[in-house]
């Protein structure tokens, strides 16, 4: 279907032309893209790892990936929240899925490692659908081996950051831990968004602390609002290298349904959109957006809120980096530093 894509003046190639194809028909890649194999290489890719070994609770991440592609099928070229058209700005292309042993953790680990450092060997930037979140620890492994630690955003209704499971380091409410052991997250930049639930014990905020995590839970996004929360977590990021990884589970269960381990009480998928928007212009270097899980997904909410979380991703990066904060012209973010769990409460 060449013949019937979007083509950029400057030689991009976009999505299939929606008012020549039905949306609904053909295969589905993200957003309608081309593979990135029919495109060679390109500034932005995204790919699916189908996996779901390292899940505690309800399964079926494994079929996220293209749950979320179809989702995307609505998807349009242009988004006007960010002002920008990012298949346009830059090169997106879909390249499928990295197939990991699902019998294997640490195996799967090692090769979406080194198939995400072979995605970005020409420097460009990846989004990954996933599969759960144990799949965050090969991702910032690789980001980092490209650019040191790295800040980390982590969008969650959990922490993520407990020792073991049942003896196994390796699982999606462990990565996090691992990361600050290995070294590949920057301490003075880290922050969990949207937490909420009960928790094993007050030792998980304290060893969390110790971590060097800062949290905004989704009750301090109902009482502050998005505007100080995207304030906070600028100036705590700062123009580090940032990774960001979303766990949809973040929603409340009434925006995301379709996921493993739902908790009561949750940001909405417009206060979601519009922090990441906020975002805008900080060096944002790669991303993922894990736990969808579509046999509990009716209706797609949780897929098309997916989708549309991984639009905007693209759009921040096809945007790429600015000195500015938006809004101010002197390039200043005029606000106090995100506070620690035991200040935010």
Avoid at 135 to 164: I, N, Q, S
């Amino acid at each position: 279907m060449t013949e019937a894509r979007i083509t950029a003046a400057n030689g991009n190639v976009g999505p299939i032309d929606s008012s020549r194809v039905p949306r609904y028909s053909g295969a589905a890649t993200f957003a309608r893209l081309p593979l990135l194999d029919e495109v060679g290489a390109a500034d932005v890719t995204v790919v699916g790892i189908p996996f779901d070994t390292g899940v505690s609770f309800r399964p079926g991440a494994r079929f996220g990936p293209n749950h979320v592609r179809e989702a995307s099928r609505l998807l349009r070229p242009y988004n006007p929240a960010l002002e920008v058209s990012p298949f346009e700005n830059v090169q997106v292309a879909d390249a499928g899925d990295i197939a990991v042993n699902p019998f294997n953790i640490e195996e799967a680990l090692d090769t979406a490692k080194a198939s995400a450092l072979e995605l970005t060997s020409d420097g460009g930037k990846l989004v990954t659908i996933g599969g759960d979140h144990t799949l965050a620890l090969p991702l910032l492994r690789a980001a980092a081996e490209r650019h040191g630690p790295v800040a980390l955003l982590h969008f969650d209704a959990h922490l993520d950051t407990w020792d073991t499971y049942f003896g196994a380091e390796y699982t999606h409410g462990t990565p996090f831990r691992r990361a600050f052991e290995e070294g590949i997250i920057d301490t003075e930049a880290l922050c969990h968004v949207g937490t909420r639930g009960p928790l094993y014990g007050v030792k998980d905020l304290e060893d969390d602390r110790r971590f060097g995590f800062g949290i905004v839970t989704s009750a301090d996004i109902f009482r502050l609002g998005v505007d100080e929360v995207v304030d906070k977590l600028r100036e705590r990021i700062g123009d580090r290298p940032l990774y960001i990884s979303v766990d949809i589970d973040v929603l409340d269960p009434a925006h995301a349904p379709g996921t493993g381990t739902p908790e009561a009480g949750g940001m909405t998928s417009r206060e979601l959109l519009e922090i990441l928007r906020g975002l805008r212009g900080l060096n944002l270097i790669g991303a993922d957006v894990v736990e969808v899980s579509p046999a509990y997904d009716h209706a797609d909410i949780t897929g098309v809120a997916a989708s549309h979380v991984t639009y905007d991703l693209v759009s921040l990066m096809a945007l790429g980096t600015s000195t500015q904060a938006e809004g101010n012209d002197d390039g200043r973010v005029d606000i106090a530093t995100v506070r620690q769990q035991d200040a935010i409460g």
